[in-house]
C-alpha cells in the first residue's frame, strides 16, 4: 500500500514544493506528488526532477476539468516525465495522448468539479466508470471518497465490494483512523497532503513533523 505524499494545499502545489520536497526526502516515503495547478510549470518539471533524483517516484495529479485543460496537463506530466498521471475527467483524448508512453494513469472516477475537488454523481455512476476504466485497460482509477457529496458510507461499502481495480482514494485523509480504515480497506494507495500543512497529525509541528507522524503510524500497522 502507497502512502502518496501530495505537495500541495488546497488542490494545488505550493510554492516552496521544492524546498518542502528537500527537507523531507530522506525519510522512508517513496512516492511524492504534486497537482498541475499553483506554479509554473517550469517549476513541476523541476520538482519531477528533483524527486527522481532521491530515487522516489513521482505523481502529477490534475484538477482542472475540460477536455482541453486535461489534455494540456497530460502534455504537462509527459514534459515532467512523472510516473503516474493522476486525475483528469476520464476522455478517450487523454487517453490517446498517453498511450504509447510509459505513464500510469488513474483518472477520476465520478463527476469531479470544482476547487478544492469534490465528487457528485451517485454511486452507480461511480462504480460504473471505474468499471469502465477496468474493460479499457486502463491502470487504475482516483477515487474521492471523502470528498464524495452523497452518502459516503454507502459508497465506500459497495464500491471496494464492487470494484476490482487498483484505486487511489485522494483528498481529506486527516486522522489517524482514516488511515486505518485505507489499510483496512487494502487501497493500493492514498494519498495525504493538506493535513501535512494544516498539522492534523501533530498541531503546531510543521510538514516534516507531520510526515513522520504518520510514517511511524504505518509501521504500527504493519506497513
Known amino acids: 500500500m502507497k502512502l502518496i505524499v501530495m505537495l500541495t494545499h488546497n488542490d494545488k502545489t505550493v510554492p516552496n514544493a521544492r524546498e518542502i520536497f528537500a527537507a523531507c526526502k530522506d525519510t522512508c516515503t517513496q512516492d511524492w506528488g504534486f497537482k498541475n495547478v499553483g506554479v509554473e510549470k517550469e517549476v513541476l518539471i523541476e520538482l519531477a526532477k528533483d524527486i527522481h533524483a532521491a530515487g522516489k517516484t513521482a505523481y502529477m495529479e490534475v484538477v482542472t476539468y ?54 457528485g454523481k451517485t454511486p452507480d ?12 485497460g486502463i491502470d487504475g482509477t482516483d477515487l474521492l471518497l471523502y470528498r464524495f457529496e452523497g452518502d459516503q458510507q454507502e459508497l465506500m461499502d459497495r464500491y471496494f465490494s464492487e470494484v476490482d481495480l487498483p484505486t487511489i482514494v485522494a483528498g481529506s485523509i486527516n486522522s489517524h483512523e482514516r488511515i486505518s480504515l485505507m489499510h483496512k480497506l487494502n ?37
Open 125 to 136: 455512476d461511480v462504480i460504473a466508470d471505474a468499471k469502465m476504466f477496468k474493460d479499457l
Open 66 to 119: 475540460s477536455e482541453e485543460e486535461c489534455l494540456e496537463a497530460a502534455q504537462t506530466a509527459i514534459d515532467c516525465g512523472v510516473d503516474y498521471l493522476l486525475g483528469t475527467v476520464y476522455y478517450p483524448s487523454v487517453l490517446e495522448k498517453i498511450r504509447n508512453t510509459d505513464l500510469k494513469f488513474f483518472p477520476f472516477c465520478g463527476k469531479v468539479r470544482n476547487s478544492p475537488s469534490v465528487l
Open 187 to 223: 487501497v493500493w494507495g492514498y494519498t495525504i497532503g493538506g493535513a501535512f500543512f494544516t498539522g492534523d497529525f501533530v498541531p503546531g509541528g510543521d510538514f516534516r513533523d507531520n510526515l513522520l507522524d504518520v510514517e511511524k503510524f504505518m509501521q504500527s500497522l504493519g506497513e
